[in-house]
């Protein structure tokens, strides 16, 4: 088993006033050589976002784009039409193909917005842009469960334009958890959304974030109630 460890305060961070923002891996203004991408996972962006304020329009192309809000209410809009508000238990996904453009903002007036931006390299370029949200909550209401929302074979709500599999658990200290990946090309990125955890000897505490890859399956050991993210991606194209 190969291991990358991304520590929450090694990540990059940026204060914009309105926005503040943690970067996993190389983004905007923050460029780490060694921290570009895990496999096809591209970006992983911890976002807190300022009541009614947002990201205005701006364009994507040949990306999977998920966002995964974790407190308050994330406003999407975009150029094929679509407009609406979505929560914690829901998620959103958006394959630009061959060119969208979105805006995200903050719906409410009085309260921060804290969500995940995630971006994935798409298995095939250049296909018609789509976006779509899910309300994950029937798979994810179970606790001590890594509960699957995004599957490309249908056993999830969601899915995207590559191989991946994202899976999220509301885990009590004292579980023990093993995952299984679904192929030997493939690794796993494990972020701690909130608690601790441990894995191949390693504690991980909220917005740790690590890797792991040539393994068949890793084991996931809860030192203090957790909730965890796993997104497993092909390493290589």
Do not use: C
């Not at 804290?114 to 179970?142: C, G």
């Not at 509960?147 to 056993?155: M, W």
């Not at 393994?215 to 996931?220: C, F, N, P, Y």
């Amino acid at each position: 088993m190969r291991v990358v460890v991304d520590k929450a305060q090694s990540r990059g961070y940026a204060n914009h006033g309105w926005l503040k923002t943690h970067h996993t891996f190389s983004f905007a203004n923050y460029y780490n050589p060694e921290r570009v991408h895990f496999g096809m996972l591209r970006v992983l962006n911890d976002d807190s976002v300022a009541p009614g304020e947002g990201f205005d329009m701006h364009p994507h192309k040949n990306m999977e784009v998920i966002s995964i809000p974790l407190k308050g209410y994330l406003r999407h809009g975009d150029s094929i039409k679509n407009s609406e508000v979505i929560t914690p238990g829901d998620i959103q996904v958006m394959s630009a193909g061959t060119g969208i453009v979105h805006s995200e903002f903050n719906d409410s007036g009085n309260e921060q917005l804290e969500f995940l931006q995630i971006w994935v390299f798409p298995r095939e370029e250049n296909t018609k842009p789509h976006y779509a949200s899910y309300d994950v909550r029937p798979v994810t209401s179970e606790k001590n469960k890594l509960s699957l929302i995004i599957a490309p074979d249908g056993s999830a709500p969601a899915s995207i334009n590559q191989d991946a599999w994202f899976s999220l658990g509301n885990l009590d200290a004292g579980q023990v958890k093993e995952y299984k990946l679904h192929s030997k090309n493939n690794g796993v990125y494990l972020f701690v959304i909130d608690g601790e955890v441990e894995v191949s000897n390693t504690i991980l505490s909220k917005r740790d974030g690590a890797g792991f890859w040539e393994t068949d399956s890793i084991t996931i050991e809860v030192l203090k109630h957790a909730k965890v993210l796993l997104i497993e991606i092909p390493m290589m194209k």
